[in-house]
């Protein structure tokens, strides 16, 4: 089974910050508090789009970050949410977390969503922490940051079109010339037969896999064990390139060489017949191909596109690629057969992190150093400007039971504690 493998990085945008305002009334000095929420930041989301087939896209563009939430406003006005950021990823698509290996989602039907990194909440305002004892408070929450995560994308890959034609034509050349990718055999044990596999990218950003299908078809004819990976490639071909030798090399007729191997396609498999077809007329670099052709024309009439190209010089190859991309867009998948999938399917659950609300090292210069996702996240949320802030930070670590445990460790008043990039004293 053939995969294609990306790691990439997703971030949801952080939520904006919350603000501290108070009303503003004629003759009235300080109103009450008016500082409106921060908006909630976009998610990271992944779409299936049958359209595409690939994980090519992925090769040049591999950080994913959704924008912020606005920042709270005064007159209570809050922030703007900000945007999800779509990315679309191949039917089949399995999500897999880069840091605990497990699998996050498994994206099989054309629309269906994952949102694979949240949005941080925005911050509350100022309006938002009044109370009867503090009606007017000068305090406000930044955003809270948004989920980031490192994930591994993975695909098993199938054969949109097949290359058939004798051997020696040049089909080994073409799709070495053609394939951006060598895509990794991921579980090969079934099998001696390794089919030639690339994915191909057109210059204008299309991407497809192709397969080197006699190579399938032969081994099949020879009773080799195939599995049902390899059936899979041949059924779910939908365009056929035809590769002929317009050298005519060891004597060979093109057009006799065109038919028996149609012939041998129908003797195979009925429905390989069905696919539309393209005709690579190859090796136009040498002498007398430009006369072949040109008999080879006559008789084939309309019926079939051809292309002149040259798998060595790589003349003609590009409009080749661009004829094979347009006529996968118009072309209708096929039914797969029935074929039996095999017993192991991918468990998918959600995973939620457990982790201890903080945990306390000391460094080598013997201060304590404070670490967690949630204490690192309410750090991040608090507004260090604001004394009122601040206090409320050091209520919130206390109910934390951070100065318990600093305590507990033989913190002293004056003592550093260290929490990301700051420092603060312990105050017994
Ligand atoms: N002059 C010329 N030679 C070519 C061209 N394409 C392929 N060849 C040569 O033709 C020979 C056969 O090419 P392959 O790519 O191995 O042919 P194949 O169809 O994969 O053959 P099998 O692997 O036997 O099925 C090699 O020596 C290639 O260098 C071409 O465009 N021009």
């Given amino acids: 089974m053939f995969v294609d493998q990306v790691k990439i990085y997703v971030k949801g945008g952080d939520g904006g910050n919350g603000m501290v305002a108070f009303r503003r009334e004629k003759y009235v000095p300080k109103g009450g508090p008016a500082g409106g929420d ?3 930041g976009g998610d990271v989301v992944f779409v299936v789009d049958e359209g595409l087939r690939t994980l090519m896209d992925f090769r040049y563009q591999r950080h994913f970050k959704a924008p912020r939430g606005e920042n709270g406003m005064s007159k209570n006005q809050h922030g703007k949410n900000g945007e999800d950021l779509i990315v679309k990823v191949p039917p089949g698509t399995v999500v897999i977390d880069a840091d605990t290996n497990q699998v996050l989602a498994d994206l099989t039907e054309n629309g269906q969503r994952f949102v694979v ?3 941080g909440r925005g911050g509350r305002g100022n309006t938002r922490f009044a109370t009867p004892a503090n009606p007017a408070p000068e305090i406000a929450e ?8 490192n994930v591994i994308l ?6 949109d079109v097949g290359l058939v034609g004798f051997p020696s034509v040049g089909k080994s050349t073409l799709l070495s010339v053609v394939s951006a990718a060598k895509p990794k055999i991921a579980e090969y044990h079934f099998t001696t037969l390794v089919p030639n596999l690339g994915v191909v990218e057109t210059d204008d950003g299309r991407s497809f896999v192709m397969a080197d299908l006699p190579g399938l078809i032969e081994g ?3 009773g080799v064990g195939l599995g049902h990976q390899f059936l899979r490639h041949i059924e779910r071909t939908r365009v056929i390139v035809h590769v002929i030798d317009m050298a005519a090399t060891e004597g060979r007729d093109p ?4 038919l028996v191997i149609n012939e041998e396609l129908k003797q195979y498999n009925l429905r390989l017949t069905e696919r539309p077809q393209i005709i690579a007329a190859n090796k136009m670099d040498m002498p007398n191909a430009e006369e072949n052709l040109q008999k080879f024309r006559e008789k ?5 596109p051809i292309f002149p190209i040259s798998a060595v010089t790589k003349q003609g190859v590009r409009e080749l690629l661009f004829a094979i991309a347009d006529l996968l867009e118009t072309t209708p998948e096929f039914p797969l057969h029935e074929v039996e999938e095999p017993a192991v399917q991918r468990v998918v659950y959600k995973y939620e992190k457990e982790e201890p609300p903080f945990t306390i090292t000391r460094g080598s210069d013997g201060a304590f150093i404070l670490s967690g996702e949630k204490v690192e996240k309410l750090f991040k949320m608090t507004d260090f400007s604001r004394e009122e802030s601040v206090r409320r930070f050091a209520r919130q670590l206390r109910a934390m039971g951070v100065d318990d445990a600093l305590r507990e460790r033989g913190a002293k008043d004056g003592d550093i504690v260290r929490l990301l990039d700051y420092e603060f004293e312990f105050v017994d």
Avoid: C, F, M, S
């Fill in 220 to 222: 099949a004819h020879q």
């Fill in 117 to 119: 990194a949240k949005g």
């Fill in 300 to 304: 084939i009439g309309d019926d079939v």
């Fill in 142 to 149: 930044n955003g809270e940051p948004g989920e980031e995560r």
């Fill in 38 to 40: 921060g908006g909630k």
């Fill in 154 to 159: 993975e695909l098993k890959l199938l054969a």
């Fill in 255 to 258: 057009y006799e060489d065109y």
